[in-house]
């Protein structure tokens, strides 16, 4: 994870270069900071993932944007098997985009197998570790017997493109949210980044060790987890306490509703409260499994890690040079297709200190 730190001070750094500018005349801005916090979180999977800036890799992000806004009705719409083959305007679309992302990312693993093959080190970044691990694995890259095809490299690539850069931008945008409302939270954050790092570039032990920062994420991640609910398939007949799930049953597991429930949570379950993680998770969720912003079990979420240090880079920076609140022209509307956005941007106004 630690290799990652400098992909997200470079993107971090780069939005607050943005904001500073803004603010350089009057001191202080109106900011729609969900734009500006997408824009961050897909620069920093560009580059820990591809080593691509997000510039570099616009054409892919546009795309997959295109993709996902063509796919959701189709999605949606009442289950026909089979039916993804017909060549609908809208499944012709997908493929048609489909192709082109695969053309563009097989160019940028191209470029860096040329490179592997002539010698150079594999940069550290997913792509890089995947190619290096397939060129002891598999030679051939249409040997399917041996470490990944080219075709699943790209396959692994979107999968992190896709997963990694919406929720980090949801999180942060409900963290600054959260904070523009409760100052008094957001000034014992900025006195616990002030009293570590100074107004010094934040190195991955200090981040590690905000505790402070670390209660406020729990506590956002849970009043506003990025992904609201899971579905699941159960395989085999189970009893779950009173009730019996047959196999094919799907399950709704609503992720949302359970961390605002009272009976799990107590009176104030609704309430902006960091303080609760104060002992950690296990002392906060009584022992429940009633904290699961990340999923469970094998298929938890594999970025948490990458996401919590991302955002805790990008939180740091932030506190350091502007303090802010919620302006009067915030609307309050989460809205939660796909992932939980503030429908109306979320306005914030940005002070320089
Ligand atoms: C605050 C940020 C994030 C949240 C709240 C989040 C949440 C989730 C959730 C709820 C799942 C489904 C888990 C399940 O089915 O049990 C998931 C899966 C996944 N996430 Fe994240 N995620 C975040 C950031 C990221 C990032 C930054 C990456 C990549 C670097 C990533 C990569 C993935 C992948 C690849 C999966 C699929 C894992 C699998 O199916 O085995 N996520 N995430």
Redesign the pocket.
């Known amino acids: 994870m630690q290799l990652m730190l400098p992909a997200f001070s470079t993107s971090s750094n780069d939005m607050i270069k943005k904001w500073e500018t803004m603010t350089s005349n009057a001191g202080s801005c109106e900011v729609d900071v969900w734009s500006y916090l997408q824009q961050l979180?897909a620069d920093?999977?560009s580059r820990?993932?591809f080593g691509s800036s997000y510039e570099e890799g616009r054409r892919i992000f546009e795309l997959i944007s295109e993709q996902i806004f063509v796919a959701i009705p189709v999605i949606n719409a009442v289950y026909i098997p089979g039916w993804r083959f017909v060549p609908t305007k809208a499944n012709r679309k997908i493929m048609q985009i489909d192709r082109e992302i695969q053309t563009l990312l097989k160019g940028i693993i191209q470029k860096r197998k040329k490179a592997i093959n002539n010698g150079e080190k594999a940069k550290d970044d997913?792509l890089g570790i995947l190619l290096q691990s397939n060129t002891h694995e598999n030679h051939d890259e249409h040997d399917k017997n041996h470490g990944l095809t080219l075709e699943e490299v790209i396959r692994e690539c979107k999968?992190?493109y896709m997963?990694?850069?919406?929720?980090?931008a949801?999180?942060l945008t409900w963290t600054l949210i959260l904070l523009g409302k409760h100052q008094d939270w957001q000034a014992r954050a900025r006195e616990e980044v002030l009293a570590m790092f100074g107004k010094s570039n934040p190195n991955f032990q200090g981040l590690n060790h905000l505790k402070i920062m670390n209660m406020i994420l729990q506590e956002v991640?849970r009043l506003y987890?990025?992904?609201t609910q899971?579905t699941?398939m159960v395989h085999k007949d189970i009893k779950v306490g009173d009730i019996f799930l047959p196999a094919g049953v799907m399950v709704n597991l609503p992720?949302l509703l359970v961390q605002q429930d009272e009976k799990l949570w107590g009176a104030n379950a609704k309430e902006f409260n960091p303080e609760r993680f104060n002992k950690g998770i296990s002392k906060a969720t009584e022992g429940n499994m009633s904290f699961?912003?990340?999923?469970?079990?094998?298929?938890?979420?594999?970025?948490?890690n990458?996401?919590?240090l991302?955002?805790k880079m990008a939180l740091a920076l932030i506190l350091q040079r502007f303090s802010f609140e919620l302006s009067p022209s915030y609307t309050h509307a989460p809205s939660g297709l796909g992932t939980l956005q503030p429908q109306f941007g979320a306005y914030i106004i940005l002070h320089r200190l």
Do not use: D, H, K
């Open positions: 979180s920093g999977i820990a993932a997913l999968i992190f997963a990694g850069r919406g929720p980090t949801v999180l991640l987890p990025a992904v899971l699941r992720i699961f912003s990340f999923g469970w079990g094998p298929r938890i979420c594999i970025g948490s990458f996401a919590m991302e955002a």
